[in-house]
């Protein structure tokens, strides 16, 4: 029950998320914002890293993969993150949560490309997935929104990023790997603002509680609550609980930025959760997760 619960907290703090993502762009341009709340993030994360290194946690790691690991991973990561934090710009928090979430459907699907085998229910939560999808962001006309269109690419990117965070963690402590990638992403996206932006430090000044939430909570907090909560929750039980973010996404948009969805946008929202839901669950867990078990 306490992981559980450490699990919908850090769902909690994802998904509003997204609201911090939408004010950030009151005061900061896209790669300003994604650069200021990585290298926080990672600030946020060292105390946890030296924490872990001197009660001997952390996983023996040589450096060369550590480095060779963290660079894939912000390469990633700052490619995904980009085309998140753009697609907000013409978006909405509501439909970035629920499309981001997507990336637990198309794990398994990229997955087939390194002979990996989905079972069932993750064709099944594909299905579903598409049908929410084209509730939510197609248009009468057929065509997509712009910012939508870029989530969704995003979405491809977390997927990869899953699985890039699968082949690595077995090689080097996760722990390093996080905060590696995230300095990587951070400097990358400082990087690009420096040549394409234009940001005073009043505007920093401006973002400061937005980049806190954005930054230290839901990158340094969040990702230690998972961390804590996963080593006891039950792996099934851990993945609906966290494709929980993508509601709390909606509800942070309509309590925050007043928001507002179409009927046929909250069934699309309905059928995209549903199908994030079932392509993590196989049907043997879905029996167990409901089954009733007689008192001694």
């Known amino acids: 029950m ?9 769902a909690v703090i994802w998904g509003l998320g997204f609201v911090a993502q939408v004010l950030g762009m009151n005061y900061l341009s896209p790669f300003a914002f994604i650069g200021a709340r990585f290298l926080l993030g990672a600030a946020s994360l060292m105390p946890l890293v030296v924490f872990f290194y001197y ?21 990633i990561l700052f490619a995904a993150g980009s085309l998140q934090q753009v697609g907000i710009v013409y978006s909405n928090a509501s439909n970035a949560g629920f499309i981001t979430g997507l990336y637990m459907v198309l794990v398994p699907l990229i997955g087939l490309a390194f002979r990996h085998r989905p079972g069932l ?16 962001s197609v248009k009468a006309d057929f065509s997509m929104g712009y910012g939508d269109t870029l989530l969704l690419i995003g979405a491809v990117g977390w997927a990869l990023h899953i699985l890039a965070i699968d082949h690595f963690a077995s090689r080097a402590a996760p722990l390093l790997l996080a905060l590696g990638q995230f300095i990587v992403c951070g400097v990358l996206a400082v990087g690009v603002s420096v040549v394409w932006e234009t940001t005073t430090w009043d505007q920093m000044r401006a973002a400061t509680n937005v980049l806190i939430y954005a930054g230290v909570i839901t990158v340094g907090v969040a990702y230690t609550l998972q961390v804590i909560a996963q080593e006891r929750a039950d792996p099934t039980h851990a993945a609906i609980i966290l494709s929980l973010e993508a509601v709390f996404g909606a509800i942070g948009g309509y309590l925050f930025l007043q928001e507002q969805l179409t009927s046929r946008e909250l069934w699309g929202c309905t059928l995209m959760l549903a199908g994030m839901l079932v392509s993590q669950v196989s049907w043997r867990d879905f029996v167990a997760l409901f089954s009733v078990r007689p008192s001694a």
Do not use: D, H, K, Y
């Open 2 to 10: 306490l992981a559980n619960s450490l699990l919908l907290i850090t």
């Open 55 to 75: 009660r001997n946690w952390l996983l023996q790691s040589s450096l060369r993969t550590v480095l060779i690991g963290s660079l894939v991973l912000g390469v």
């Open 121 to 136: 229910n993750a064709w099944l939560g594909t299905v579903l997935a598409l049908v929410g999808l084209f509730l939510l």
